[in-house]
């Protein structure tokens, strides 16, 4: 097996850019800047971007092997309510931000960790002192990350009440032996619980995560785990495909023990996405991006990822998390004691930011569309200025001579083999300082 195709430690999925390591604490001047004054519009436009708000909820019932969020699986009930407080308080100071300009939420997202780990009365807590500041009663997606073991049928049904549109189950595999091995909290008869529940609540959008390449997956277990996706009926699934990036149990045990990878190879595990997406679009699915397929593309949209992957502004709240406004780049406190100290101080928890520059700005936009398998060249000629075949000649070239995608004056389309590696294609657009840095 040739060992660039073996899945190594290290980070793969691209989510933004300038990458992460180059943010710094000598940007906050340029985000306080950013947030501290009524929004800006985006180039080519009068006006200002679309806003979303992402809360993070960094509990988990138990740390799976091979997961790289900033999560605690240790933290007691009164922790619980002292993050609760903190995320309350930062919303509080984050409504009163002249960046928000009078705009109400277009999106919003509930991200972890494991949102669901919080119990009904918590959230409805959490819910009603957020209400005090800010709404979301006209937001277009209200999105909610659950892990099924988490779900009961009360809470389910208060997500819904509270104003969720988007439930995202983590399911990952339906082997109980796969989850078990990998260090998953849930087995699969929850996830069938759940999914009563979930369907009795009424969700607009009902999304299924999968990880293809998990420790111990086979050919086998694989296709039957697709079908098992495609008898639940979801609206949409996603699927990951299993990376390794530094601080994942697996990543510790191979740098530390020096033992072979677990995860199976590259070409492995695309294989296995292209036999699901294969099989869900023959069940009706079409595809949304290269790790989404969608039941009707009519009825779901995707505010969130959209909006931000066309330069939306997205306040961000909760320890570690990641915004934009008005084309600054920032990340909250990555520790519970910076970001609880900080908020009980009444500071707003700043970290770290980037000021990208307008044409960084134009990559940031370009990879991350790049990533739904079409680029609209106009788009960029409107609110860049640019024409990115011209801008780009020789590295679009060089993947259509790779069979990655084909161009004409009008668009980029990705072929099959191009999505199912695109995050690989992406650092060819980078500048040249950033394609060697490591990405987070
Ligand atoms: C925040 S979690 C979703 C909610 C909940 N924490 C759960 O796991 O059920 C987001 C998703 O990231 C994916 N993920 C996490 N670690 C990954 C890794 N190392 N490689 C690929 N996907 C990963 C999983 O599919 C997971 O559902
Ligand atoms: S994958 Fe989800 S449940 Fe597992 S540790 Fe990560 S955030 Fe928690």
New binding site residues.
Partial sequence: MATESKTEVGSY?ISNYPPFSQWSAEALDDVRAALHAPPLSPPGSSEPAPLGLYLHIPF?RKR?K????R?YTDKRAEDVETYVSALAHEIELVSKLEVMGGRPFRFVYF??????FLSGKQLTKLVDRLRANINWDHAEEVTF????GTLSEPKVATLRELGVTRL???V?NFSDAVLEENG?A?LSPEVYKAWDWIRAAGFPNVNI???AGMVGETWDNWKDCIKKTIALDPNSV?I??????FN?VYSKDILGNQIETPVADWPLKRAWVKYAFDELAAAGYSVSSAYTMVKDKSKVNFSYRDNLWHGSDLLATGVASFGHASGVHYQNEPDWAGYVGRLEQGELPLYRGMKPTPHQLLVREMILQLKTGRLEVDYFRRKFGVDILEHWRSEFQQHADDELLSFNDREVTLTRKGLLRVDGMLPAFFEPEHRGVRYT
Wanted: aromatic share 14%; hydrophobic share 25%.
């Fill in positions: 999925f988990c799976c091979f997961c790289y969020f999560v991200g972890g960790g494991t949102p669901s990350e659950c892990e099924p995202s189950l983590g990952e998953r849930h995560d999968l990880i996603t990951y495909q299993m990376e390794l990036p994942t």
